[in-house]
């Protein structure tokens, strides 16, 4: 049985809530192959963000028995589109999605073309899948939707994950693509999850919906024996709060030391837990963490109280000292409102210059699938596909997607003034990546 699995190719692609040029190794896939390698006669992984022209000469060529693709939100279309060419090219090939996208809205996924929806966590799923499939067998699977000729079943919700029982990644599936993959001057670099979920409400996001609220915490030990198998010398931390417990972040950061592993960090981390957990981060600086990434998101009261931030504008003003007291470099992620006036604008403005933030990053509020935004403001979404549908390409969180205060003009003028005034803060890297990422796609 041959497995190809595919990440989207889009325009524009982001690395959480960045601004900056990435494109990033595409980890669940990883995942996902190792977790179906043992049913595989051949697996390939096709990142369509560096080979953006090889769909269909591998379709044609290397004509897998299952085509397995993984997106977010804004991926969703492009993910149809190319389960469409697919079909075209091979009608007997199973196609599978998953993904935080279909995890949420599985329904996005049901047309002709698709035969399975993976919905959460894809490994034990997938691994399922695949082995049935490879034994030409039917039977409904826990945490996958079924097409038969158009009558979707699912097969019940997953089991609690078993963090521990999800073998690593296939990091050599992509070893000519690695050299490639890149956020902003950290190049090469890899992504490394320890935990997975958050303990954390934030009214804006749905990540932590994913796990059904879930935090899942992997065995030290597991994750010093990943990293020594790492070769790139930049790692991102893609863990949606890996330093809310200081003590397990303390045996990891002497497990690693005492590994004599070398490396480069980029790490999430909440303002209350970089001012809490001082003394873990000093911990993690000796041994290679050098960024932080700080989601502020709102600089006035009400804006962390409507997004459940549960901080304070001191909490943030402290946290920004202190990083910098650490020696750390802040990536900063802010969220423009669609109730935004130009005072607001100057607002935060006003707040990044005041407390000297090293690379602000920003996004435009979007009411995400999962979140409670998403359901009272489904009815004033403004861009829509011929079938009724959001437009999801618009979902990369910079586009204006409902009704803002401002007029869409003057808003989008606002917007792009503000990443102007303070793209002089690494718009050097800016640069480099954009030149990195086009020169790649067409050498590759």
């Known amino acids: 049985m041959k497995i190809l699995l595919i990440y989207p190719n889009l325009n524009q692609e982001i690395i959480g809530y960045g601004d900056l040029g990435a494109i990033a190794e595409p980890l669940a896939l990883e995942y996902l192959a190792a977790s179906c390698v043992d049913f595989a006669s051949e697996v390939k992984l096709l990142d369509l963000r560096l080979h953006p022209d090889d769909l269909e000469p591998i379709l044609d060529n290397f004509r897998p028995d299952i085509v397995a693709l993984t997106g977010y939100s804004m991926h969703v279309i492009r993910m149809l ?13 199973k196609i599978v999605v998953g993904g935080h996208h279909a995890t949420l809205l599985p329904e996005d996924f ?14 034990v799923p997938f ?13 409904s699977i826990a945490g996958i939707w079924s097409n038969d000729r158009g009558d979707w079943t699912f097969g019940g919700n997953q089991p609690t994950l078993e963090l521990e029982k999800v073998v690593p990644p296939l990091r050599s599936l992509c070893l000519a693509d690695r050299q490639h993959y890149f956020i902003d001057w950290m190049k090469p670099i890899a992504l490394l999850r320890t935990t ?5 409400r934030c009214s804006f996001c749905s990540l932590w919906k994913m796990m059904d609220g879930h935090y899942y915490r992997r065995d030290v030990d597991s994750v010093v024996s990943e990293l020594l198998n790492i070769e790139e010398p930049y790692v991102f931390l893609v863990d949606d709060e890996p330093f809310v417990n200081a003590k397990r972040m303390d045996l990891l950061a002497e497990g690693i030391k005492d590994s004599g592993v070398n490396k480069e960090y980029f790490s999430y981390c909440r303002i209350d837990t970089l001012v809490k957990n001082k003394t873990t981060l000093e911990k993690w600086i000796e041994i290679g963490l050098r960024r932080v990434f700080l989601g502020i998101e709102g600089v006035t009261t009400n ?4 997004y459940n931030k549960r901080l304070s504008i001191s909490q943030i003003e402290e946290g920004i000292k202190s990083a910098r007291a650490l020696g750390l470099k802040v990536f900063a992620s ?6 935004y006036t130009k005072a607001d604008f100057t607002r935060l403005s006003r707040f990044i210059e005041r407390n000297h933030i090293d690379y602000p990053s920003f996004t435009i509020l979007t009411p995400l699938p999962g979140t409670d935004d998403f359901i009272s403001q489904y009815d004033l979404i403004t861009d829509r596909q011929p079938n009724g549908r959001p437009d999801w390409s618009k979902w990369d969180l910079q586009h204006l997607v409902v009704p803002s205060v401002l007029s869409k003009t003057e808003f989008e003028k606002e917007y792009q003034k503000l990443r102007m005034n303070f793209r002089g803060a690494y718009e050097i890297h800016q640069r480099k990546a954009t030149i990195a990422r086009s020169t790649l796609i067409h050498n590759i």
Request: proline share 4%; with cysteine.
């Open 127 to 139: 691994r399922a899948l695949t082995e049935m499939l490879s034994h030409e067998m039917t039977h």
């Open 196 to 200: 997975v979920g958050c303990p954390y």
């Open 334 to 339: 802010f969220i423009v409102s669609p109730l």
């Open 110 to 123: 049901k047309t002709e073309d698709i035969d399975f929806i993976v919905v959460g966590e894809g490994t």
């Open 303 to 306: 804006e962390m109280e409507s």
């Open 81 to 93: 589109e190319i389960a469409r060419i697919t079909r075209d090219h091979l009608v007997q090939t």
